[in-house]
């Protein structure tokens, strides 16, 4: 894809290959390096748990599911409703973190800010 400056679309159809199956097999890439040189050296885990895993948003939590595979205490299920919780509790927390930030702005007293405090206000939301 770099080196051809390939959309993931395009590239399906180069290689031809589904998009959705293209984008799975591309999000093994965000597994850590620690899981996928052990799955270089030992196959045994499939595609399909790996991509399940690599859809958690954090890295321990990847880390966490894939040792708790290999150690046999999770199904191919468990495995995939674990992902899943993983994924739901990141949206659910971010929601209650702006939550929590709608809140304390309409707490602040935008008149009595200075232009600067006005100015690191307008920045900071303009990263998120």
Known sequence: MDE???SQE??????????S????????????LSIRDECRIDPTVPKRNLIEIAR????????????KYKAGKLS????SKEAR???????EAALELLG??????????MEELNETDHDSIAVALTEI
């Open 100 to 109: 929590k930030t709608k809140t304390r702005f309409e707490a602040l007293d």
């Open 85 to 91: 919780r993983d994924r739901k509790t990141t949206v």
């Open 10 to 19: 395009q590239l399906s159809g180069v290689i031809g290959k589904s998009p």
């Open 21 to 32: 199956l293209l984008s799975e097999t591309l999000s093994l890439n965000r597994l850590p």
């Open 76 to 79: 191919k299920e468990q495995l």
């Open 4 to 6: 051809r400056n390939y």
């Open 56 to 67: 958690c948003k954090q890295e321990r939590a990847m880390v966490t599911l894939y040792n």
